[in-house]
């Protein structure tokens, strides 16, 4: 029997996507998303209009989609809750983000140069795709939202994950980072504590269970664990 519980959040299970993009200054961004899907060789990107995120892939025209391992999770959650944006909204204030400038170095993540792109790689990402903007569409009737459509120009993977002599990832190697309902989830199974989920006041504290242990001071104390063997 199904019933409709009015559901508020729509966020099923989506691989997380660290998205590198320039600064009008120059200086590179990183901003965690998840509102994100592929077709052939194009991905479409959802965004609020008040990141510095959509502004920079808006003017530069320009971005990278890293994709972080399940593994690499403390290193996501670390720059969850942070923004770019100096000026950044009201709403985003309240619900407790910061304005980080530099957070390829809060994160503790490592700048690799992009081929064929002006923002840079994430070299602890076992896969990367450099990225040009193609179009942008406004999404809902009540604005605040793009969906930014991007060509794959290149797509840079670790060797590990190939199967040999082919084109092709092997699904079992690959284990990505899920965000489903705000929480962190890899192999299927939930993987860290969530700045997003308490900041969203996600009422599972999925923190009380699963993640038991180490309580709440995770959030602070959590180590990210480097990926096996990133590669260039
Ligand atoms: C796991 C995760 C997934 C997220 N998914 C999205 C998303 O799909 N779209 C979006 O606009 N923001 C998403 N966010 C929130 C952005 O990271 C947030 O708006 C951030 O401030 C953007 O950074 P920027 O302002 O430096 O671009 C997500 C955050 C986390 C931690």
Known sequence: MHTVPGIKVLYFGTPVVLITTRNEDGSPNIAPMSSAWWLNGNAVLGLGDSSQTAANI?????????????????????????TGRRDMPEYKSEMGYRFVPDKFGLAGLTEQAAELVSPPRILECPIQMECRLTAAHPVGGEGGLTAFEVEVLRTHVEERLVIPGTHYIDPEAWDPLIMKFCEFFGGGRPVHASRLAAGWEMPHRLGTSALDEDGPEELEDAEPVLSGSASA
């Open 58 to 82: 808006a003017r530069e025209g320009e971005c990278v989609l890293n994709l972080p391992s399940s593994d690499m999770v403390g290193y996501v959650d670390r720059v969850a809750m942070t």
